[in-house]
């Protein structure tokens, strides 16, 4: 499997994420700089986590609408190329269209750092096979703008459609409010496109994919992305 | 031209900020204060001379850059 990493000015998860994708698929992923629009095929392309572009006017708004790359990876995600936005890679998927609706300031206005518990909500998708359906996995946050927003109509179709990958939720699979650490709406942590091809979510599961780091509930999906995708 | 551009979450959207700054307000003795809802200020200097075109050209840059419609709303004022 071939994957790119994305690099803007800001990105700071993308060394995290090339490592657990190296140590998944046994090959180190292009890392690939915003400015060169000339993106080499891939067969993932990940949108790391980190504050592209110091968050200015909104977090994402800038890597998703004024990077030369950006077009690149909107065309190929459309035509089917995997896409992976962890944390502001998130925020960029949704800035760019790729994926509904927006990731606003926190409820609580807090920075907000920590492990936290999210139930699988579907794992039938190249991301997310390696995970039982409602397994409790445990992944790490850090993120000041993760509080998912979409209307009515919107969260009804993502529920109707099968499209949310995870939810945030207490160490048993139930839902609390303490266990929401941003209030996004629905409890939404992650969410696929219409085809299952594009993931954004707020957690962080390259932070926990290597025991050394205190956990491993990230690996399952470097390792199913590597299968898959061979 | 100068154009002025307000950014607002749209009514319906919660606003943490405004109310943190509410609840400061109430705080700080300032009472009857039913909500406050915090935005965006944009000012932009423009080479175009015809107001009509100016404000065409920033609507399009509010739909494509300065606002995110999914959860805001923007004013556009042009003054020459």
């Not at chain 1, 000339?38 to 504050?51: A, E």
């Not at chain 1, 920590?114 to 190249?126: C, I, K, Q, S």
Request: contains cysteine.
């Amino acid at each position: 499997m071939k994957s790119a990493v994305i690099v803007f000015p800001g990105s700071n998860c993308d060394r995290d994420v090339a490592v657990a994708l190296e140590q998944s698929t046994g090959r180190a992923p292009v890392m690939h700089w915003h400015g060169d629009p000339q993106l080499p095929d891939v067969d993932l392309i990940v949108l790391p986590g980190g504050f592209s572009y110091g968050d200015y006017l909104r977090a994402g708004a800038m890597a998703a609408h004024a990077t030369s790359v950006m077009p690149t990876v909107v065309e190929r995600a459309r035509k089917g190329v995997r896409v992976l936005g962890i944390c502001n890679g998130f925020q960029v998927l949704t800035e760019a269209g790729l994926l509904p609706g927006a990731l606003m300031r926190n409820t609580n206005l807090s920075y907000v750092c920590r492990d936290v518990w999210l139930r699988v909500e579907n794992n039938r998708t190249p991301f997310t096979e390696g995970y039982g359906l409602a397994q409790v996995v445990r992944i790490p946050v850090a993120h000041h703008d993760g509080n998912y927003y979409a209307d009515d109509a919107t969260l009804k179709h993502l529920a109707d459609k099968d499209r949310v990958a995870f939810r945030y939720c207490d160490r048993d699979g139930g839902f609390r409010a303490p266990d929401n650490p941003n209030g996004s709406r629905d409890n939404i942590a992650g969410i696929f496109n219409e085809s299952g091809t594009v993931l954004g979510l707020m957690p962080h599961p390259e932070r926990l994919a290597d025991p050394r780091l205190g956990g491993t509930d990230g690996r399952p999906m470097f390792d199913a992305l590597a299968r898959a995708l061979g | 031209m100068k154009a002025k551009v307000h950014v607002t979450l749209k009514s319906g959207v919660l606003d943490p900020q405004g109310k943190a700054v509410q609840n400061a307000l109430t705080g700080l003795g300032f009472g009857g204060v039913d909500s406050v809802r915090q935005g965006k200020y944009i000012e932009l200097d423009l080479e175009e001379t015809d107001a009509e075109r100016a404000r065409e050209s920033v609507d399009a840059m509010c739909r494509q850059l300065l606002a995110n419609t999914v959860i805001e709303n923007y004013h556009i004022d042009i003054e020459g």
